[in-house]
């Protein structure tokens, strides 16, 4: 079965870092580009931006360059979305997915959600 | 950013009924090969978003024939035949012409009467 299991929910402080996983399994993690998306609780998704897991070329929206950080390992078919100073903003359910044919995200990790609060 | 916009933006439907939502884009999403770079997804309460539609009319795997996508340009519809119980929740359309900047309508919200 294709799927992506994302890491568990994190409750953090303003100003700690963090880093959350999504283990790709069942198809060859290096065919397809990752994308992360955003989805703030009650609100619409906003995607972040993609990487691929060949070369980890990665690309991200603007609103988030120098915000996150992503990376990929290939010896265990996992992607990572990183923090390194988190805000109260950054509360969020985060979701990793699989692009197809660099147009449809057709597979999806079931969401990490984020809670940043003092 | 290319700005999609969704109507109705709630919608309760009854079960057995037929079930439109429109998706508009502030630019045409007909790329060079002929091809629309339109998806549409659902997602159920509580759970991740899963794709139904890609490419403007083609059916995602598993997705029942019930659920059909049109259009061309800056105008699309998804259309659901009969409304069953299990199609509540929110349909977002998503342009994916502009990669990485795949962006989302606001989403229609979909509940029984």
């Known amino acids: 079965e294709v799927q992506l299991v994302q890491s568990g929910a994190e409750v953090k402080k303003p100003g700690e870092s963090l880093k959350i996983s999504c283990e790709a399994s069942?198809?060859?993690?290096?065919?397809?580009?990752i994308a992360w998306l955003r989805q703030v609780p009650g609100k619409g998704l906003e995607s972040m931006g993609i990487i691929h897991p060949a070369d980890s070329d990665a690309r991200y929206r603007p609103a988030f360059q120098g915000r996150v950080t992503f990376s990929v390992d290939g010896s265990t078919n996992t992607a990572y979305l990183q923090w390194n100073s988190l805000k109260a903003s950054d509360t969020a359910m985060f979701y990793c997915?699989?692009?197809?044919?660099?147009?449809?995200?057709?597979?999806w990790g079931q969401g990490t959600m984020v809670t940043v609060s003092s | 950013d290319i700005v999609l916009t969704q109507s109705p933006l709630s919608l309760p439907v009854t079960p057995g009924e037929p079930a439109s939502i429109s998706c508009r884009s502030s630019q045409s999403l007909l790329h060079p090969n002929g091809y629309n770079s339109l998806d549409w997804y659902l997602q159920r309460p509580g759970q991740s978003p899963q794709l139904l539609i890609y490419?403007?009319?083609n059916r995602a795997s598993g997705v029942p024939d019930r659920f059909s996508g049109s259009g061309s340009g800056t105008d699309f519809t998804l259309k659901i035949s009969r409304v069953e119980a299990e199609d509540v929740g929110i349909y977002y359309c998503m342009q994916s012409l502009q990669t990485p900047l795949f962006t989302f309508g606001p989403g229609t919200m979909v509940d029984i009467k």
């Open positions: 490419l403007g009319s």
């Open positions: 069942g198809y060859t993690f290096t065919n397809n580009w």
């Open positions: 997915a699989r692009l197809s044919g660099g147009v449809s995200f057709d597979i």
